[in-house]
């Protein structure tokens, strides 16, 4: 079975059925999916501001992280969950967009950057934890996740032009 036959029995799914065809699936699917990315990145945001220097640097990093985890958490959840559904009812138009792919990688490396930032850069936070202009490592780990989850919402964006009509991306 190839990528491509998965992508077709995905849309073949009643799931997929259900948002391709009734009234409200669609439209709830990606209103939980666009709530998923307010508290998602909206809140990962200003954990990245933290990090950067930028702001609450009256705030230890480990204190606006702590404090706004629920929320990106649940975010994320719901936005994968929202996300993978919207993939189910249109994976083949999907799996030919540029546009997808590039959403995928920029996801892809947005978790790589939290892992290390996580098991590598903040096993040093108690010498940064409280400075209002955190290490290189620290700002360096905030801006990438900045632009990476831009690169994600604009792609994100950008499949919604181009996966229905016209050319498959870039």
């Not at 999907?94 to 850069?121: C, D, E, P, Q």
Request: glycine fraction near 8%.
């Amino acid at each position: 079975m190839t990528i491509l036959d998965a992508c077709e029995w995905l849309q073949s799914t009643a799931l997929a059925t259900w948002v391709q065809e009734s009234a409200y699936g669609f439209p709830i699917v990606v209103a939980v999916h666009l709530l998923g990315l307010i508290f998602s990145v909206g809140t990962l945001l200003w954990v990245d501001v933290r990090m950067l220097g930028l702001g609450l640097r009256e705030l230890r990093v480990s204190e606006v992280y702590r404090g706004l985890a629920p929320w990106f958490l649940v975010g994320f959840v719901a936005m994968l969950a929202s996300g993978a559904t919207l993939f189910t009812a249109y994976a083949t138009s999907a799996y030919s967009n540029a546009y997808f792919r590039i959403k995928l990688v920029a996801l892809l490396l947005a978790g790589a950057n939290a892992l290390v930032f996580h098991f590598i850069t903040q096993k040093q936070s108690a010498q940064w934890d409280d400075a209002p202009h955190p290490p290189l490592a620290v700002r360096t780990a905030g801006l990438a996740s900045v632009i990476l989850w831009a690169t994600v919402i604009l792609a994100g964006r950008m499949m919604s032009y181009t996966m229905f009509s016209g050319p498959s991306g870039p």
